[in-house]
């Protein structure tokens, strides 16, 4: 199975910053189509995972431009910049290029 | 707008079954695979059970293969999970959601449903 390892586990911000997650994968996650097949999800307290991120860098339907993606073979970022309130939860990175799908193990931002 | 709605999770003893149901509206369920995934309580999140837009292929991981089924009424926009042989550590919130293909993403995710395994 494809590890993915995510840092921080906790990451305190202060409102209006910016703040790098991490997630790395045990192998790339370049798929036999040439796609990367890697996503970032918010869970806010009580809800339910929201796609942020579709294949590394694509944002989803209605996420706004302070989140950014980069990354490629195994090694991948989530950028979050002018943080606000809405934005605190726990983040998780998800690969679905090789079976079993494997999530990362979450980072929780919040407030400084 | 997409929604999906979960149900038919509750308390269930250790070893016996539990069938959960997705009812899906708002885009063309039949051109979409599916999948279910999981959340034990105060832990990260787990893949269940990918099925195809046909019903005719499925994919689970090894946690609960055998155990578990996963399949589809496209005439009725539902998905289901069959959940045999249950343990306590099936215990957490089951989400159903909409995949982008085999190797995609899950775009839409109901509001999930809590099983709990216990006697």
């Known amino acids: 199975d494809v590890l993915m390892t995510q840092t921080p586990v906790s990451l305190p911000v202060s409102l209006g910053g910016q703040v790098s997650i991490s997630c790395r994968s045990s192998q790339s996650l370049v798929h036999s189509d040439g796609n990367t097949y890697l996503h970032w999800y918010l869970q806010k307290p009580g809800q339910s995972p929201q796609l942020l991120i579709y294949?590394?860098?694509n944002r989803f339907s209605g996420v706004p431009d302070r989140f950014s993606g980069s990354g490629s073979g195994t090694d991948f970022t989530l950028k979050i910049s002018r943080v606000e309130p809405e934005d605190l939860g726990v983040y998780y990175c998800?690969?679905?290029?090789?079976?079993?799908?494997?999530f990362g193990s979450g980072t929780k931002l919040e407030i400084k | 707008e997409v929604q999906l709605v979960e149900s038919g999770g509750g308390l269930v003893q250790p070893g016996r079954s539990l069938k959960l149901s997705c009812a899906a509206s708002?885009?063309?369920?039949?051109?979409?695979?599916m999948a279910w995934v999981r959340q034990a309580p105060k832990k990260g999140l787990e893949w269940v059970a990918t099925i195809s837009t046909s019903g005719s292929r499925t994919y689970y991981p090894d946690s609960v293969k055998g155990r578990f089924t996963i399949s589809r009424d496209n005439a009725k926009s539902s998905l289901y999970l069959q959940m045999n042989s249950l343990k306590s550590e099936d215990t957490a919130t089951y989400y159903c959601?909409?995949?982008?293909?085999?190797?995609?993403?899950?775009?839409?995710w109901g509001q999930g449903v809590m099983v709990t395994v216990s006697s």
């Open positions: 998800l690969q679905s290029t090789h079976f079993p799908l494997t």
């Open positions: 294949r590394v860098s």
């Open positions: 959601a909409r995949q982008r293909g085999s190797s995609g993403n899950f775009d839409y």
């Open positions: 708002g885009f063309t369920f039949s051109n979409y695979y």
